[in-house]
């Protein structure tokens, strides 16, 4: 009997946004980035990942810094008020549809992310996936650190954290589905049995020249 495991990337795939920008915008609006170039560096740097250039703990430094003073469960609480204020409306319907689909025949669902976890996870929970793949933070005194715990589910970490995950699971899966847009997911789509593009980056339209991947158009 197969057993299908249907991995998603979140930004731009699933959700018709960035929510690390969705976060971030949030973040100014709560009056807790108060640094007045924060979205114009938050912009300069989602250019530099556009292109596939993403250094992510320069990254992860400018995010985690206006949260540093809060503790673990204040910036659980705040981005599930993220989740249902900016990010929640601006879900694909297609997306919708097939997860939906998906829990009707039971199949296992996870959504793999370079955003941070607790990002990723309060998305997870309010859409209906059951597992959520982010970067896991060190965490001090009850605070996040921009420190990266273990591997970074960046570009070919993606395809480390899956195998992690799969290898921790109490059941196998026969095969894997994946879902991105994006150049910085080649790795995990090669690594993937099926890939589907989600109105993918002309990058990785061109390395899917070819290849069997499906290009879907959702909007």
Known sequence: MTKP???FDMDETLINADCAMLWHEFLVEQKIATNPNFIAEDKRLMGLYAKGKLDIKEYLNFSIEPIRHLSVEQVSQLADQCVEEKILSKIFPQANTLIEQLHQQQRAMLIISASVTFLVAAVAKRIGIQYAIGI???EKDNQFTPTILGTP?????KVTRLQQWCDQQSESFSEVHFYTDSINDLPLCEYADFSYLVNPCERLLEQA???PWKILHWG
């Open 209 to 211: 020249k070819g290849k």
């Open 153 to 157: 589910s960046y570009q070919q970490g």
């Open 136 to 138: 896991d933070l060190v």
């Open 5 to 7: 495991l249907y991995v």
